[in-house]
């Protein structure tokens, strides 16, 4: 199974960005995280983050007929992006949105997610964990279409 992991605006800045809410780890660590599990549960695994709202409907289009499932971190575009949205529902890919903190329990403005419709699954609050989870749950998608 093929999984393309997207992260959106900041996380680059893991590690370094209000660690009250996200750790300590940096985005580095999040991505040998990924790779490691990645490779335990025999998924080939691509990585993309960008600050851009473009890039990132780019690489959704892109992965369409390339790709088995695909685990999204909007970020703030979660609560603002119906770009995001749209494309989610264009490839008509499986995808899980995760998001490292408890949103629910966060500021009102982030109670909203437009991603959240064209998602499977929404993992939030388990850190770097929900990454893994959604990889997870999109194998065991993979093998009951199978």
């Known amino acids: 199974m093929k999984i393309l992991v997207l992260n959106g605006p900041n996380l680059n800045f893991l590690g370094i960005r209000e660690p009250e809410h996200y750790g300590k780890e940096t985005y580095e660590d999040l991505c040998s995280m990924i790779r490691r599990h990645a490779e335990e549960i025999g998924a080939e695994v691509s990585i993309y983050q960008s600050n851009h709202e473009g890039a990132l409907v780019d690489a959704i289009q892109e992965a369409y007929g390339k790709v088995d499932g695909i685990v999204i971190n909007p970020a703030a575009y979660t609560h603002t992006s119906v770009a995001l949205l749209d494309a989610l529902k264009s490839v008509s ?11 629910e329990s966060r500021e009102a403005f982030r109670q909203v997610s ?10 939030t609050g388990k850190g770097f964990q929900g990454y893994l989870e959604a990889m997870d749950l999109l194998m065991k998608q993979g093998r009951r279409q199978a």
Do not use: D, W
Not at 114 to 123: H, K, L, P
């Open 114 to 123: 437009y991603v959240r419709g064209a998602c499977m699954a929404t993992i």
């Open 93 to 103: 890919i499986p995808a899980v949105e995760v998001h490292i903190s408890r949103v």
